[in-house]
C-alpha cells in the first residue's frame, strides 16, 4: 500500500506558475510509474503527464503541453509537476497517481494508487 499527499495548490493569477508535489508513504516512490491529472467542475478527468520509475521516458497529454515540466526525485519519495502561464481555464483539481506496470500512461484505469487532490485555481 502506498499513500500519495499532493500539495502546491492555491489561488493564483493568470500568467502565474505553481509547482505541485506529490509525496509518497508506505513504499518507496522508486517502485511507481506516476502520472498527474486534473479534473474540472463538471468536466472529466483529464490526462496531464507521466513519468517512467527511473525518469527514463515521459509522456505528456495534449492539455497543457508546452506549459509544463514533469520530474521526480525517489530519494526524497516525491514527484513534481512544474506549471506555467497558468490560465482561468486550468481552475481544477489536480491529481497524482501511482502505477506498478507500463501500459497506456494516459489511462487513468491503469494506475494503482491516487492522492486526494489539491485545488488550483486562477483567476483572471
Do not use: H
Not at 11 to 20: A, D, P
Request: charged share 15%.
Amino acid at each position: 500500500q502506498v499513500r500519495l499527499v499532493e500539495s502546491g495548490g492555491g489561488f493564483v493569477q493568470t500568467g502565474s506558475s505553481l509547482r505541485l508535489s506529490c509525496v509518497a508513504s508506505g513504499r518507496p516512490l522508486s517502485e511507481f510509474g506516476v502520472g498527474w491529472f486534473r479534473q474540472a467542475a463538471g468536466k472529466e478527468r483529464a490526462f496531464i503527464a507521466a513519468i517512467s520509475w527511473t525518469s527514463g521516458s515521459t509522456a505528456f497529454g495534449n492539455t497543457m503541453k508546452g506549459r509544463i515540466t514533469i520530474s521526480r526525485d525517489n530519494a526524497k519519495n516525491t514527484a513534481y509537476l512544474q506549471i506555467n502561464t497558468l490560465k482561468p481555464d486550468d481552475t481544477a483539481v489536480y491529481y497524482c497517481a501511482a502505477r506498478l506496470n507500463g501500459g497506456t500512461w494516459s489511462d487513468g484505469s491503469e494506475y494503482d494508487y491516487w492522492g486526494q487532490g489539491t485545488q488550483v485555481t486562477v483567476s483572471s
